[in-house]
């Protein structure tokens, strides 16, 4: 392996995680009023229903999926009696699927917001980057499904998720499972953690609050009491 491979897979997906966490630490106290989504409906409307949802729903799908994908161990789909070939074909077509939706849904938001003269004005250079940033992530990650397709055993995607599975576990040995992937299975993984690392200073944190939402479905009743 060559000392650029062995910090881009070994040591980078930290420094990746540790930007992620504390830039979002420290973007929530000290600029809490910049920590929105910047909706830009009240400026137009125009097809932003039909490509939020189908972007959401793509990308919320292709996160999870990632998610459980790279990260339950082997040894549970061999328990439950999942074949790696099964799994692989399984995530070719769920990914396809999810990843269509996003891409279409991402397509749309990039008309509106480069194609009107309103929205053009008051889109920040970072929303920009951002936003071409997701699309040539997800497009390289399409790609790889056709370079599985030419070998459906699941070795690779196993050696993907023993790569996943030893950076979580602090292991330094990580980086030599993908030395020998094509080269689109390593950049789509360099552009993924490179998300991370760009998260805390765009819009994106709104993810946080996302997710932080969930907490009110336990929240006690506020309590209304007449005069």
Request: proline letters at 2%; charged letters at 10%; glycine letters at 12%.
């Given at each position: 392996?060559?000392?650029?491979?062995?910090?881009?897979?070994?040591?980078y997906?930290?420094?990746?995680?540790?930007?992620?966490?504390?830039?979002?630490?420290?973007?929530?106290?000290?600029?809490?009023?910049?920590?929105?989504?910047d909706?830009?409906?009240?400026?137009?409307?125009?097809?932003l229903?039909?490509?939020?949802?189908?972007?959401?729903?793509?990308?919320i799908?292709?996160?999870?999926?990632?998610?459980?994908?790279?990260?339950?161990?082997?040894?549970?789909?061999?328990?439950l009696?999942?074949?790696?070939?099964?799994?692989?074909?399984?995530?070719?077509a769920?990914?396809?699927?999810?990843?269509?939706?996003?891409?279409?849904?991402?397509?749309?938001?990039?008309?509106?917001?480069?194609?009107?003269?309103?929205?053009?004005?008051?889109?920040?250079?970072?929303?920009?980057?951002?936003?071409?940033?997701?699309?040539?992530?997800l497009?390289?990650?399409?790609?790889?499904?056709?370079?599985?397709?030419?070998?459906?055993?699941?070795?690779?995607?196993?050696?993907?998720?023993?790569w996943?599975?030893?950076?979580i576990?602090?292991r330094g040995?990580a980086?030599?499972f993908?030395a020998?992937?094509?080269?689109?299975?390593k950049?789509?993984?360099?552009?993924?953690?490179?998300?991370?690392?760009?998260?805390?200073?765009?819009?994106?944190v709104?993810?946080?609050?996302?997710?932080?939402?969930?907490?009110?479905?336990?929240?006690?009743?506020?309590?209304?009491?007449?005069?």
């Open positions: 392996m060559s000392y650029l491979h062995q910090f881009v897979f070994g040591i997906p930290y420094i990746a995680l540790a930007i992620f966490l504390f830039g979002s630490l420290a973007r929530f106290e000290r600029e809490q009023y910049g920590w929105k989504s909706s830009s409906q009240l400026l137009h409307r125009g097809n229903r039909l490509g939020n949802i189908l972007f959401h729903v793509g990308i799908g292709l996160f999870f999926g990632h998610l459980a994908g790279l990260l339950t161990p082997v040894a549970v789909w061999d328990a009696g999942v074949s790696h070939g099964f799994k692989q074909g399984f995530a070719m769920a990914g396809g699927v999810m990843g269509g939706l996003c891409l279409v849904g991402l397509a749309i938001l990039l008309h509106r917001r480069l194609g009107d003269s309103r929205l053009r004005a008051v889109t920040r250079f970072g929303d920009k980057v951002l936003l071409l940033w997701i699309l040539a992530t497009l390289l990650g399409l790609s790889t499904i056709f370079v599985s397709a030419g070998h459906m055993d699941g070795h690779m995607m196993v050696l993907l998720m023993s996943a599975q030893h950076v576990t602090f040995d980086a030599a993908v020998e992937a094509h080269w689109l299975f950049a789509h993984l360099f552009m993924g953690m490179s998300l991370f690392v760009i998260f805390p200073f765009t819009r994106l709104h993810v946080w609050s996302g997710f932080a939402s969930v907490g009110y479905l336990g929240r006690a009743w506020q309590l209304v009491r007449p005069r």
